[in-house]
């Protein structure tokens, strides 16, 4: 018999909302709906917004017992990045459970969460209580292709949802990772940049066989390497210094003489996220050119992912301009902004606390994340977005790597914490 909580997140992934990109979508609808359904069933109004046919939203208000403290956002998105079945071992949107963990697409990013935000609401307002404050409630659609569809629609077109609210929780946070035995939480404080760009190589049209100084195809490769070999120096942020600090401190004699990259590789797996945190990083992820392989082409494309330390996003576009030449166009698809703040303050001594009281002894440590969520969108409206989706993992588990990755899967134990710790959160806070 599965608890509530798996069974949520096992539904959730059994409903495909791959988001492909520039407006490429399987949907959100069903997802929200059935998340709506959960809501409504707690005795609570939801309502829907769709800021495209088939990308669908949903947010709700929750009444708390003490109405003078601001409101809480607890947010979500329903949206997941494309899967390649052949590539797993299980059905990617079959939401199997075997070997103690739940399998599936969106399994930790971030249907998990959604089923734990239902689960927490279920298990206080079903009991006849109330949260602490008033929560504002959000499942977004879009979150993957950077929330136009989704947060950002919603705060553009109806910032009123959000009204007293000056804070939120969301993903990518206060999950478990283990140095040299001892169990700590990360919480995210802060989040990259994100700029999407595509680059533009023009050339001279002609035949494969011939000699060709002004070949679009070749112009691009250069480019693309510059950008691809670019070492960025090393730039560490207020939130990075203090996790670097604190974790070389938990180390002990291991840390001494080691440097920012060292410390951050000591941390295991979770160095994936920390380590691409440490400075800027630009990748190329796509390249599209030419149509026969005896004509060479006029014009070619190249994708770029470029996460940007907040506060930098400027004079990173600058020099990559550099790096790829004046006669390098550079298309610029969706660009974002870098979020920092503060590891203090009443939401985030009470985050510490309800993780400390289910793991007693833990460390809780601040981080910057290498990615984006929807708190970016959020921010815009004055309110201070964490990352704080509890979870206990065993440390065996390369967790980072789950993230759009092949067989994503997550502990049910870790389910169960990140629920009881997340209702113990909404009952205090």
Request: glycine fraction near 10%; charged fraction near 25%; aromatic fraction near 6%.
């Amino acid at each position: 018999m599965l608890d509530l909580t798996t069974t949520i997140a096992r539904d959730l992934i059994r409903f495909d909302t791959s988001n492909f990109g520039e407006g490429r979508s399987h949907g959100e609808t069903e997802a929200a709906e059935y998340l709506a359904a959960h809501l409504e069933r707690l005795g609570l109004t939801v309502q829907s917004f769709d800021a495209a046919p088939r990308r669908t939203s949903i947010v709700t208000r929750v009444e708390g017992r003490d109405r003078s403290k601001p409101a809480l956002v607890v947010h979500g998105h329903t949206d997941v990045v494309p899967a390649i079945a052949a590539d797993w071992s299980v059905d990617p949107f079959g939401g199997v459970v075997k070997d103690g963990m739940l399998w599936g697409r969106g399994a930790v990013d971030m249907k998990n969460m959604d089923a734990m935000i239902v689960t927490a609401l279920d298990r206080i307002l079903g009991s006849g209580r109330q949260p602490e404050r008033d929560l504002v409630v959000a499942f977004f659609a879009d979150e993957e292709a950077g929330g136009v569809l989704g947060s950002g629609y919603l705060v553009r077109e109806h910032p009123e949802l959000f009204a007293g609210a000056t804070e939120a929780i969301s993903e990518v946070g206060g999950y478990s990772i283990d140095l040299d035995g001892k169990r700590a939480y990360l919480v995210q404080t802060g989040e990259k940049a994100l700029i999407w760009m595509t680059l533009v190589a023009r050339g001279t049209a002609g035949h494969g066989s011939q000699v060709n100084g002004e070949n679009a195809v070749t112009r691009l490769a250069r480019a693309v390497a510059a950008i691809g070999g670019r070492e960025w120096p090393l730039h560490l942020t207020a939130t990075t210094r203090q996790l670097l600090d604190r974790v070389a401190e938990l180390l002990g004699s291991r840390a001494q003489n080691l440097s920012p990259d060292e410390i951050a590789i000591a941390t295991g797996t979770a160095s994936r996220f920390i380590s691409a945190t440490l400075r800027t990083t630009a990748n190329p992820t796509g390249l599209t050119a030419g149509y026969k392989h005896n004509v060479i082409p006029d014009r070619a494309e190249a994708m770029i992912d470029v996460r940007v330390l907040p506060g930098e996003e400027d004079a990173v576009l600058a020099e990559i301009q550099e790096l790829v030449g004046p006669d390098i166009e550079i298309l610029i698809s969706h660009r974002d902004i870098g979020l920092e703040t503060s590891f203090d303050g009443e939401l985030v001594d009470a985050m510490v606390g309800s993780l400390q009281r289910h793991d007693p002894g833990a460390e809780v440590l601040p981080y910057l994340l290498s990615g984006g969520t929807d708190n970016k969108a959020l921010s815009l409206l004055g309110i201070r977005g964490f990352g704080f989706a509890p979870l206990q993992l065993p440390a065996s588990l390369d967790f980072p790597a789950m993230f759009h990755g092949v067989d994503e899967r997550v502990p049910l134990d870790a389910l169960g914490f990140g629920a009881d710790v997340l209702t113990d959160l909404l009952l205090r806070y």
